[in-house]
């Protein structure tokens, strides 16, 4: 069964660093992009960042709202993303998820997801 | 910055159609996805590309684009379809991707 399982979310001061993890299983990691998207609470989806494959470099791309303080990383023998989490804001607070993407720039959509992880910024 | 706009809420009568709208400047050139999310659920893929389906989503299902707007369109809507549907695409000036706001679709 294709899955994706995070982990991590937690409480955290403003300013505070974080580190969630997402596991993957069931399809071959490495041939994929991965992304992390968060959901603020009542709030719609907002894309946060990806990561390519080894094919393409694993170059890393951000939103402007977590550039600079966020930092996506991938483990393709252990099957896990990273997401790192720096310098956290009060608006930072959201559901994580992390998703499959494709295979290559010219492929479209987020296809797998998992359950998401909860992480809340605040004193 | 570039930025993806659907309407907030449209209703739809049991067995009826649906069409929901995403409009972007970069939709000229790139393709929309679309997303289904239900209350407490991870969003599901329902449409990539041109007008793809993944394995298991029903064939009432259907997307297609248009200029600045991309459209995804349900035939038949069930009970089982209401949900919020996100729209997402690559963007042409400001973040890499983004996502549309969100369209809640009622089925009454």
């Known amino acids: 069964e294709v899955q994706l399982v995070e982990s991590g979310g937690a409480l955290v001061q403003p300013g505070g660093s974080l580190r969630v993890s997402c596991a993957a299983s069931?399809?071959?990691?490495?041939?994929?992009?991965m992304e992390w998207v968060r959901q603020s609470p009542g709030k719609g989806l907002e894309w946060v960042g990806r990561?390519?494959?080894?094919?393409?470099?694993?170059?890393?791309e951000y939103a402007a709202s977590v550039k600079g303080r966020f930092a996506i990383s991938r483990d393709d023998s252990k099957n896990s993303l990273y997401l790192q989490m720096n310098s956290l804001r009060t608006e930072d607070t959201a559901v994580y998820y992390c998703?499959?993407?494709?295979?290559?720039?010219?492929?479209?959509?987020?296809?797998?997801w998992g359950q998401g992880t909860v992480v809340t910024v605040s004193s | 910055s570039s930025e993806l706009t659907q309407d907030p809420a449209v209703s739809v009568a049991l067995g009826q159609t649906v069409r929901i709208t995403c409009q972007g400047d970069s939709l000229r050139s790139y393709y929309a996805s679309w997303y289904q999310q239900k209350p407490g659920q991870a969003p599901v893929l329902v449409i990539y590309?041109?007008?793809n389906r993944p394995s298991g989503i029903p064939d009432r299902f259907s997307g297609s684009s248009s200029g600045i707007t991309a459209s995804l369109t349900i035939t038949g809507a069930q009970a089982d379809d209401e949900a919020v549907y996100y729209c997402?695409?690559?963007?042409?000036?400001?973040?890499?991707?983004?996502f549309g706001a969100g369209t809640q679709v009622t089925v009454l």
């Open positions: 997402n695409s690559r963007d042409t000036s400001g973040d890499p991707y983004v």
């Open positions: 998703s499959r993407g494709p295979r290559n720039d010219y492929g479209v959509g987020l296809d797998v």
């Open positions: 990561i390519k494959n080894k094919a393409n470099s694993d170059t890393t």
């Open positions: 590309g041109r007008n």
């Open positions: 069931g399809f071959t990691f490495s041939d994929h992009y």
